[in-house]
């Protein structure tokens, strides 16, 4: 036994025992998250599987799980793919121009600026893009059908709505641009300070500066900022599923009234009246969509770790 | 940055040392912009009836084309790269500022045809066509969002602290890669794992408030989580360690200096989190469901939230539509008004409570 006084052995205990109280709850509440999400990805391959098994006519579209979900994988991916196409280098753009171009005063709220837009509830866009956006495009695509009909994507008829999977895609860009323009704001304004002033030095002019200094410097980053938009995209549900005028199928005809469903948006718009092994079914296809967007965001990260220079 | 030279000399001096040829000067510049944006204005309004936006997208690459053409007949073809990259970067950010500009301008004109009275204080049941309001989405909307951060703050939090203050180890890293993972689990999805949770105790077709914030929980844990990890990260060292040197125990130091510390950055960004939150749609579609009620029971039945309400007043507006169009946008306004204001807040408790030290 030590001869210091009862009151500050006491103390040392009570001292000791609130460290490990403490450090108990707060591990535990990490254990927490590990323990639902481990549990809930079970409930969740435990309520999909029936899907995979169930005879072929009791699924949506009566073909089996198979054909079920693959035409909305399709889907999917082409809303997706139009987006990215249109977002990245409007995001890029942006990042360079509030990076390098704009006041330095000025960048932070601009920055902020393009943030608002991520603010915006992906609803309020879905709503938007039905009723205002979509029928402001209607002449554009009635030209690109008159002038372009030989490319498969404008081939038409022009939907009388202009809501088509290119402006499905168009919303979708809108909401993965202010995504992709932080992230690479941020990458950005990493460039090393003497490697830009160098190559200024040496008379580079500014965008000379951008290509030779901060391009290679930032792709991997800005590669990495896509993947994640790209996440966004093919999880976004309430714009696809509003913007939208579906009719199934596979086409890739972007501007017509009949369009592929992705599957997020089927799952929002079958689900509330599913029942039985149609619910097992929209289940295991938001797995599938969960699996793809994992596996997406898992390759952003690598490319980011890999990427990032020790400090 | 490039705008200030780094040896310090005026950056006109830096001009007029350069040796290549002739150069464009301001005045050129804007006589050629100024005349490519009137002829996009003139086009758009008059000949194709694009509107302001039309006149944006058809005058920035006629200014482009025009000022790089100029550039390459006038100055040297580096200058005219240049100017064109300025011009295209620049050109992206006010492209990027239309669907924000329009979206809110939208929803400010069609929400306030029924952003009234009526709207804030009445609910749907037995509305048919034209009156009814928002009261019990709203109503719904803040229980939730309310349940929702009740879970998801005391879990983020803690886990934050333990990640920056006592993880490190398997444990902490796989539960970093977790976080990782809850980021990039979409919406709908989250609205999946806490149906495939509720089925199990109450059954096929369970629709229940407290099921939403479970779903919204899994969506919010993450920004909190790392929210919290980041603010810790910048508390400074020094502080830890007086208060070590004091004899403070290490959960009282947590507790009591370091959470105290970074209280401001955390509550800001758990605001943000709940800005976020509140507008989500697809989960709550699924485990809360629609009705026209106003339910305030958590734990019983269906609760209206009001993303829901406007997903419906848009998808089945009825006959004839128009009535529930204008709710639809109402529920739009007050939406992105909750959004605003809560943004709002944070930016200002970030500045009103930030530690006055560096």
């Known amino acids: 036994m030590s001869d210091a006084p009862l009151s500050e052995q006491m103390a040392a205990g009570s001292r000791r025992r609130g460290d490990a109280v403490f450090s108990a709850v707060v591990a535990g509440a990490g254990l927490l998250i590990v323990a639902v999400l481990f549990g809930v990805a079970m409930f969740l391959l435990f309520q999909g599987a029936p899907a995979l098994t169930a005879s072929a006519k009791d699924l949506p579209g009566g073909e089996g799980f198979r054909s079920f979900v693959l035409p909305l994988l399709f889907g999917t991916v082409l809303s997706s793919a139009i987006a990215l196409l249109i977002a990245t280098p409007l995001a890029i753009g942006i990042a360079l121009f509030v990076t390098f171009y704009s006041h330095r005063r000025l960048a932070s709220t601009l920055g902020y600026v393009v943030d608002l837009l991520a603010a915006v509830p992906s609803v309020v866009f879905g709503l938007w893009g039905a009723n205002f956006l979509g029928p402001r495009l209607v002449p554009l695509y009635g030209w690109l059908a008159d002038h372009f009909g030989w490319i498969p994507f404008f081939a038409g008829p022009a939907s009388a709505t202009g809501r088509t999977m290119l402006t499905a895609g168009l919303v979708l860009a809108i909401m993965v641009v202010p995504i992709v323009t932080a992230l690479s704001r941020e990458v950005f304004r990493q460039t090393p300070l003497l490697q830009r002033e160098a190559a200024l030095a040496l008379g580079a002019t500014r965008w000379e500066m951008i290509r030779s200094v901060v391009l290679p410097f930032g792709r991997s980053g800005v590669v990495s900022a896509t993947m994640l938009g790209l996440g966004r995209a093919l999880g976004e549900t309430m714009a696809v599923a509003m913007v939208l005028s579906l009719s199934g199928g596979v086409t890739f005809n972007l501007i017509s009234a009949s369009n592929p469903s992705t599957i997020a948006a089927n799952i929002a718009l079958d689900f509330p009246e599913a029942t039985g092994i149609k619910v097992n079914a929209l289940i295991a296809s938001g797995l599938v969509l969960f699996f793809i967007t994992f596996v997406v965001n898992f390759l952003a990260r690598m490319i980011v770790q890999r990427s990032t220079p020790p400090r | ?358």
Do not use: C
Not at chain 2, 40 to 62: D, E, M, Q, W, Y
Not at chain 2, 340 to 358: Q, S
């Open chain 2, 1 to 358: 940055m490039a705008r200030t030279s780094a040896i310090g000399l005026d950056p006109r001096a830096v001009l007029l040392m350069r040796l290549s040829g002739a150069r464009m000067s301001p005045r050129t510049l804007w006589l050629i912009a100024g005349g490519a944006v009137a002829l996009g204005a003139v086009l758009s309004f008059a000949v194709l009836n694009l509107g302001p936006a039309g006149a944006i997208i058809l005058s920035g690459p006629l200014v482009i084309s025009a000022t790089w053409g100029a550039s390459r007949a006038i100055e040297d073809r580096r200058r005219a790269t240049d100017r064109l990259m300025t011009m295209l970067v620049t050109f992206a950010f006010l492209l990027a500022l239309i669907p924000l500009v329009s979206v809110m301008w939208q929803v400010i004109v069609h929400g306030l045809a029924r952003f009234d009275l009526t709207f804030f204080t009445s609910d749907m049941r037995g509305v048919i066509g034209a009156g009814g309001g928002m009261l019990h989405a709203l109503v719904g909307t803040i229980i939730i969002t309310t349940a929702t951060a009740v879970i998801s703050v005391p879990i983020g939090i803690l886990t934050g602290v333990y990640l920056v203050e006592y993880g490190h180890g398997p444990l902490s890293r796989s539960i970093t890669m977790l976080v990782d993972v809850m980021t990039g689990i979409p919406s709908i999805v989250a609205g999946l794992f806490a149906y495939a949770l509720f089925l199990i105790f109450f059954g096929p077709g369970v629709r229940m408030g407290i099921g939403g914030a479970v779903a919204l929980s899994i969506l919010m844990i993450p920004v909190v989580v790392r929210t919290t990890e980041e603010m810790l990260k910048i508390v400074p060292r020094d502080l830890r360690e007086a208060a070590f040197a004091l004899g403070v125990p290490k959960w009282r130091t947590v507790v009591q200096v370091v959470l105290p510390a970074a209280a401001a950055g955390i509550s800001a960004g758990v605001i943000v989190a709940i800005a976020r939150v509140i507008g989500e749609t697809a989960p709550l579609l699924i485990i809360a469901g629609n009705t026209t009620n106003t339910n305030t029971n958590l734990f019983s039945g269906r609760m209206e939230t009001l993303p829901v309400f406007l997903y419906y007043s848009f998808l089945q507006p009825g006959v004839p539509p128009q009535a529930s169009l204008d709710r639809a946008w109402a529920a739009a306004l007050a939406l992105m008004l909750l959004v605003m204001i809560l943004n709002l807040i944070a930016r200002l408790i970030a500045r009103l409570l930030a530690p006055k030290t560096a």
